[in-house]
């Protein structure tokens, strides 16, 4: 076999084995519910990029118009549910109200809803960063869901 085709061959086998290895499955982002006490609720899932396909929806407020908001108790425990691996190794938890956007504390998959009443909106930003190369993202996906603290 000569110099050429044998490094071609390398090549070809490196980049199959980089993209098998990274690839995302599925065709959407994963679905991410919410889970308060024993109670199990579905988000709604928001602009996304996978697989080489961005969508652009809504912001949370305009995506969720006209859904009854998931009633809580003030300081109540809420916890993310992703039946998916890989894990994305990167979040972040916005809160909308009144026109204020604040950024939640999410630990260990979990955070805690406001201790005053009223309606809430929040955006669950998710990323599949590469573990090795900085800034490179395998998919991303936002979700969307509205609380009501009785």
Known sequence: MNKCLYVLLVL?????IGCSKEEMSGEKPPEVYIQIGNEKYETKLGTYCWKGTCVD?????ELLEGKEPIKVNPGE????IMDYEPKPNEFHLTQISENNE?????????????TQKGVYYYSYGVWWMDEKEANLSHGDAFYAFVLEVM
């Open 12 to 16: 070809f086998g490196f980049i199959i």
């Open 102 to 114: 604040n950024e939640v504390l999410v630990k260990e998959n979990s955070f805690l809803a406001p």
């Open 77 to 80: 425990k809420i916890s993310f």
């Open 57 to 61: 929806m809504a912001g949370p407020v």
